[in-house]
């Protein structure tokens, strides 16, 4: 554990003999410039200099899809430890990049949902944040990967991606995490999709639905907990699929997923697995921790266990 540099007594010859320092690693931010927390991206500075840190390397991107490429210089430049400044979606660019590195990965969670951040136990304070990255414990972390990119929280097709999607646009900006419900509201009267699911090579689901998603973690978007005992070193994903259709049918779904018993739900399945196939009849947008992405008739989903690092309080289990 790196700890705050110590400042040496006025007297010299009446200090005792210093005690060595552990070597800080090479530090990295990568900055959503547009988010918010604390006292912003200078008090971070402050806190992050205020251990010892040399030669801080230091990215700011106006938006989240710019970040790869500054994760990837910061590793050629010799980084070890990254503080990713921003929302979920920042945070998935990111790992995308730094899975299977020898990267420790910090969360600051300075964006509107936070889920990665939330499930981890890590807080949104930004002092508490910082020394968590230097002085939490180690953990390997769990990720996914649809159609060829990581995710860290979730990937869903369906009610979930439109309701992300509508969130967007704008709304997250005036509404915080009230545009996740809002948004919902607006499209729970959607048509379901005929589709077809596979998991771990078999049969699983055949039908009309509403929603897939596919969770690393147990609360997902708008703070509901769709899946209970989830671990994010299993080597497994959590599956649901919801045939809900029309307001009554999901104000009931939507209720036992408040309680913590979305698999008691009459239009709710859910199971684990390695590898995840869907089929769609129809062209559908899907979505991965917050980022909605081109429309497909087919999703592939799988594990990737032990992906990356990252630093987690010493209260998580």
Request: net charge positive.
């Amino acid at each position: 554990m790196v700890k705050p540099a110590d400042r040496q007594p006025a007297d010299d010859h009446a200090a005792a003999p210093a005690t060595p320092r552990t070597p800080a690693p090479r530090v990295a931010v990568i900055a959503h410039r547009k988010k918010t927390l604390g006292g912003g991206l200078d008090e971070l500075r402050k806190l992050i200099t205020g251990y010892d840190v040399d030669d801080l390397l230091w990215y700011e991107v106006p938006k989240s899809k710019k970040a790869p490429k500054k994760v990837r210089r910061a590793l050629k430049d010799g980084a070890e430890l990254f503080f990713l400044w921003g929302g979920d979606g920042t945070v998935q660019r990111c790992v995308d990049a730094l899975a299977g590195s020898d990267a420790t990965i910090a969360v600051v969670p300075a964006g509107t949902a936070n889920l990665l951040a939330r499930n981890l136990g890590i807080p949104e304070d930004l002092a508490e944040a910082v020394r968590i990255g230097f002085e939490g414990r180690r953990a390997k972390l769990d990720l996914g990967k649809i159609n060829g990119e990581h995710f860290a929280v979730m990937a869903g097709v369906g009610l979930d991606a439109e309701m992300i999607a509508d969130a967007d646009r704008g709304l997250k900006d005036r509404l915080g995490r009230l545009a996740y419900i809002w948004t919902g509201l607006r499209h729970v009267g959607g048509a379901v999709t005929p589709m077809k699911i596979k998991v771990d090579g078999d049969d699983w689901f055949e039908g009309d639905a509403s929603c897939v998603l596919v969770g690393n973690v147990g609360t997902v978007t708008g703070g509901i907990d769709v899946f209970e005992d989830v671990r994010h070193d299993d080597g497994r994903l959590d599956v649901g699929v919801s045939t809900a259709q029309g307001p009554i049918q999901w104000a009931r779904t939507l209720g036992r997923m408040s309680a913590g018993h979305a698999e008691k739900s009459p239009f709710v399945r859910i199971t684990r697995a390695r590898k995840v196939t869907v089929k769609l009849r129809t062209p559908m947008a899907y979505e991965l921790d917050g980022g909605v992405r081109d429309r497909v008739t087919r999703i592939t989903i799988k594990a990737v266990p032990h992906a990356v690092t990252v630093c987690l309080p010493d209260t998580t289990t």
